[in-house]
């Protein structure tokens, strides 16, 4: 059996032409325009591939886009002014700090400083406490939809759930076994899966027989940071597997000299599993795609709280 592959590029551009609809409504119907803000501390290459990679599908989908570029040696005082200065302007809807940032600045502070409807990057304490609250069931209703909740998740997390659900995966009943235990990516994982009725397991470093663990899952999300470290034998014969990690390993074939791997040894897990997201071109698309759909729903919220106009 060869596993199907989950193409997070194309779910990730059906999501993009999909909040483009959102956002020409939004536009059409109340003049409004959603707004992100990125601010980009320092020269870090990747850093700036990542920001340039955000503007892009700002640009695609319609949202407006304010760079704000500091060099290594910001202080954080004047880090703090810009981000009051954003979460007072009413045409942000969305904060983004691209991370990581240089040591001299306190990272935590600096994330709590934005205003938790402006934390579309979810790793505000008070996004993360309502995540962990279970709020994401939606009131009222029998579906589950992240359009549906007051607050923010974090965009991989989130990323991954969707390419659950749009890859016709039963989520609710299954096992599922977290690789990683991490704020950002681990677990808020385990809480959504747990959210929708997935028995969870949470596997770390200090798990005894790791592989056995994963052995049982259903659907096993991998994000550890080790290159290449889950193998086929570690898989239950028709799981469904999502690669969060992306790691650098030697290649001198590539002109590079190296390659992008995941933390899942793909071709070996390929022949077991019955459905795999490759790396790169999984999970990585869509972090920005959710990253899009959570500036358009801060945008939604806020019109969604201003006073009705009496007719």
């Not at 979810?122 to 939809?145: C, D, E, F, M, Y």
């Not at 007051?150 to 969707?162: D, L």
């Not at 039963?170 to 681990?186: D, H, K, P, Q």
């Not at 899952?217 to 999502?242: S, T």
Request: proline letters at 5%; charged letters at 20%; hydrophobic letters at 40%.
């Amino acid at each position: 059996m060869t596993g199907k592959v989950i193409d997070g590029n194309v779910i990730a551009a059906t999501i993009r032409q999909e909040l483009k609809i959102t956002v020409d409504e939004l536009k059409e119907k109340y003049g409004m325009v959603p707004g992100l803000a990125v601010v980009l501390i320092g020269a870090r290459r990747d850093s700036a591939t990542y920001v340039r990679m955000k503007k892009k599908a700002c640009t695609e989908i319609g949202l407006s886009s304010f760079g704000i570029d500091y060099g290594a040696d910001v202080t954080q005082d004047e880090v703090i002014a810009k981000i009051d200065e954003l979460n007072a302007n009413p045409l942000v809807h969305g904060i983004l700090v691209q991370l990581p940032i240089p040591a001299h600045l306190d990272e935590q502070f600096i994330l709590e400083r934005i205003a938790q409807h402006k934390d579309v990057d979810g790793l505000h304490p008070l996004n993360v406490a309502q995540l962990a609250n279970t709020k994401t069931h939606a009131p009222g209703r029998n579906t589950w939809s992240f359009d549906s909740i007051g607050f923010h998740v974090s965009c991989t997390p989130q990323g991954s759930i969707e390419l659950l659900d749009r890859s016709g995966v039963i989520i609710e009943g299954s096992n599922a076994v977290v690789l990683g235990r991490s704020n950002i990516v681990g677990i808020p994982c385990a809480l959504l899966l747990m959210q929708r009725n997935a028995t969870v397991t949470i596997a770390h470093s200090r798990t005894k027989n790791v592989e056995d663990v994963v052995r049982g899952a259903d659907i096993v999300i991998a994000a550890v940071g080790r290159a290449e470290m889950v193998k086929g034998d570690w898989l239950k014969p028709g799981a469904v597997v999502i690669d969060v990690g992306i790691n650098s390993v030697d290649d001198a074939s590539d002109k590079r000299g190296y390659r992008l791997v995941g933390d899942v040894d793909y071709e070996g897990c390929k022949e077991v599993a019955s459905q795999i997201t490759p790396v790169p071109g999984g999970v990585g698309p869509m972090t920005i795609a959710m990253l899009m759909r959570n500036t358009v729903n801060g945008c939604r919220r806020t019109l969604a709280a201003l006073p009705a106009v009496p007719k």
